[in-house]
């Protein structure tokens, strides 16, 4: 990640209050980290950092798009993806154990590098599921050959074979018919 240093803010160089930020993010960003399930994007990250005597806190606010692929389709897709993320620094001198969103530094560290977090914040905004729906868009970016031949193997409710081994289940349930 030392190639990330426009993501280090000078935490002990800044003065008490809130210091905005503006991060660009594309696919020099995603390249540091190994076996990424993302290798390329286009999002816009606006932090918030809200230096105070006692702790930092770190707002992120992200929105934009990274390259995957579609689910449903196979097709390479540019899932729109945001989100907002809180983190809470707080000072301590021994090695404390990072928590979900609170993480312990030390008292007298003169910056902190915030790529990690937000490369983290990032994936986790990516949903299980990737489909898109690319109607909108002209062209199409989905692969219709592969959405015709899904909707050709798909066979309405009425037409469904019936299962034998349901058939019998049924049975021990007398409110299913």
């Known amino acids: 990640m030392s190639g990330l240093i426009e993501f280090v803010i000078p935490v002990r160089g800044l003065g008490i209050g809130i210091h905005q930020f503006h991060f660009d993010i594309g696919e020099q960003f995603f390249s540091h980290f190994e076996n990424s399930p ?39 897709i540019n899932l729109p ?36 977090f937000v490369y983290e914040f990032i994936i986790l905004a990516i949903p299980m599921i990737k489909v898109y729906d690319c109607k909108g868009e002209k062209p199409p970016v989905c692969n219709q050959e592969m959405l015709d031949y899904l909707e050709k193997e798909e066979l309405p409710n ?20």
């Open 81 to 116: 993806i945001s989100g907002q993320e809180r983190l809470i620094v707080k000072f301590s001198l021994d090695h404390e154990e990072e928590e979900a969103e609170v993480i312990y530094i030390n008292p007298e560290q003169q910056q902190l590098n915030v790529a990690r």
């Open 158 to 177: 009425s037409e469904q074979k019936s299962n034998p081994i349901w058939e019998e289940l049924k049975k021990f349930n007398p409110d299913s018919e």
């Open 38 to 76: 993302v290798q390329n994007g286009d999002l816009e990250l606006d932090l918030s950092f809200d230096k105070r005597t006692d702790l930092y806190i770190f707002e992120f606010n992200f929105k934009g798009s990274v390259r995957t692929d579609c689910d449903r389709c196979l097709a390479k």
